[in-house]
């Protein structure tokens, strides 16, 4: 082992402690499979779920029992996957701040919206959350190699997560994915390809690879664990809000891992006792541009057709085609909720208004549930008084910013009560 994780977890569950995965099931078909050997998709072709023995989870993760660990990801750790602490890649998965937008509520005469800031996590997007468990299961499972597509964020921390575990990585991007995510790829030791299509395109050549090459296909939902690593953000949230879910959840929707992962973690919360019944609205926030899930919820769809033609400033929500769709279309509808479309201009906006607001960087795609919230705000969708969560994904450092500078010449007359 080339580093310790005793900070993760220094109390006295270790390699011993009882494991609470039962099983991974088949999201549309609830076929059973086995856990702990290499699985991909189902043979319906859909994506698996990790399935928990509740009861004993009931027993062992209780508020007591919470209130005394680090406040990081691994304080969850009966609903994750991870059997042996030994496995864990960590990079340090803090728990990210609720950050209320005051000035924009005062604005809106609204309650503040909260943004879930996930821009403080290593790699810089909660993409960390996702791929520190796929990563740690990959290596618990003996994996050499994994490959995936990525719009950017995802390849940068499958990239720092291989790296730290010792596992190469072939990550394919489209070629105009943002420059900074493909140059942070290849600086964490990934073999970063630009490839000139959509992430569906450069998905299609890693099932290729998987195949004849023998690498571990870690695309969206198409192995079971980073689904796990997400939910944590319904956990934590669940957690920092008293117990209490908001009212509503505005969530950039690409693949959708996270609205999925939340979704799942809810019921796992209730089934274990640690919250009632009561679920927000999900709204699944896209790109006008590239707006799949919208189009098939407004149809009335349970599945969704790929967007042809797929363009937003907002790269990480766009995904033509997402394996998961039932599965967000299933919550968004179940929750009471709706699927957004917002256009690039009012995503840049929204993005430019927040950081002048109320100081908060907010990365294009946070930008983008920013403009959702306000426009079903306007709508009467949502309510003034009510608690809304907006996610941003991912640091707006990230980001190509507006140059709103000026020059001043040292050397000439400087009108200083003009500055
Ligand atoms: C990946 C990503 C998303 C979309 O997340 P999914 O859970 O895959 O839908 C949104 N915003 C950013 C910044 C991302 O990197």
């Not at 991912?394 to 009560?417: N, Q």
């Amino acid at each position: 082992m080339p580093h310790s994780d005793q900070m993760i977890w220094n109390d006295n569950l270790t390699a011993e402690r009882p494991s609470f995965v039962t099983h991974l099931e088949c999201g549309l078909t609830g076929e059973r499979y086995e856990a702990d050997v290499v699985q991909g998709l189902s043979r319906a072709g859909r994506p698996l779920l990790v399935r928990y023995d509740l009861d004993s989870v009931r027993a062992a993760l209780t508020k007591d029992v919470l209130a005394g660990r680090p406040r990081d990801l691994w304080r969850w750790r009966e609903l994750l996957p991870v059997r042996d602490k030994a496995n864990i890649v960590s990079l340090g998965e803090c728990e990210t701040p609720l950050i209320p937008l005051t000035t924009a509520g005062e604005r809106l005469a609204a309650r503040a919206p909260l943004v879930k800031d996930e821009g403080r996590l290593p790699t810089g997007s909660f993409k960390a959350r996702g791929l520190v468990m796929a990563i740690s299961m990959a290596k618990a499972l003996g994996v050499r190699t994994i490959a995936m597509p990525t719009n950017g964020n995802a390849g940068a921390a499958a990239a720092a997560y291989a790296s730290r575990a010792g596992i190469e990585s072939v990550i394919l991007c489209p070629d105009d994915t943002p420059e900074i995510n493909v140059r942070e790829i290849a600086a964490q030791g990934g073999r970063v390809y630009r490839v000139n299509g959509l992430i569906d395109d450069c998905g299609a050549i890693v099932a290729r690879g998987c195949a004849e090459n023998g690498w571990y296909d870690l695309s969206t939902l198409k192995e079971p664990y980073r689904i796990e690593g997400k939910k944590t953000m319904g956990l934590e949230l669940a957690e920092q809000l008293g117990w209490e879910l908001p009212d509503a959840i505005f969530y950039p929707t690409g693949g959708g891992t996270g609205l999925i992962g939340m979704w799942k973690a809810f019921d796992e919360l209730e089934a274990i006792g640690l919250i009632g019944s009561r679920r927000p609205r999900m709204y699944a926030v896209q790109a006008s541009g590239c707006a799949p899930i919208v189009r098939a919820f407004e149809a009335g769809e349970r599945h969704a057709e790929r967007w042809e033609d797929a363009h937003t400033v907002a790269a990480g929500i766009r995904v033509p085609k997402a394996v998961g769709d039932f599965l967000i279309l299933d919550a968004v509808r179940e929750s009471g909720g709706k699927a957004l479309a917002i256009g690039d201009p009012a995503i840049v906006a929204a993005t430019e208004r927040a950081a002048i607001e109320d100081g908060l960087l907010l990365c294009p795609e946070g930008g983008a549930t920013l403009a959702a919230y306000e426009q079903a705000l306007a709508d009467g969708e949502v309510g003034r008084d009510e608690q809304v969560v907006l996610f941003n994904c991912a640091t707006g450092l990230k980001y190509p910013m507006r140059d709103r500078s000026k020059t001043l010449d040292r050397h000439g007359t400087i009108d200083l009560p003009s500055l």
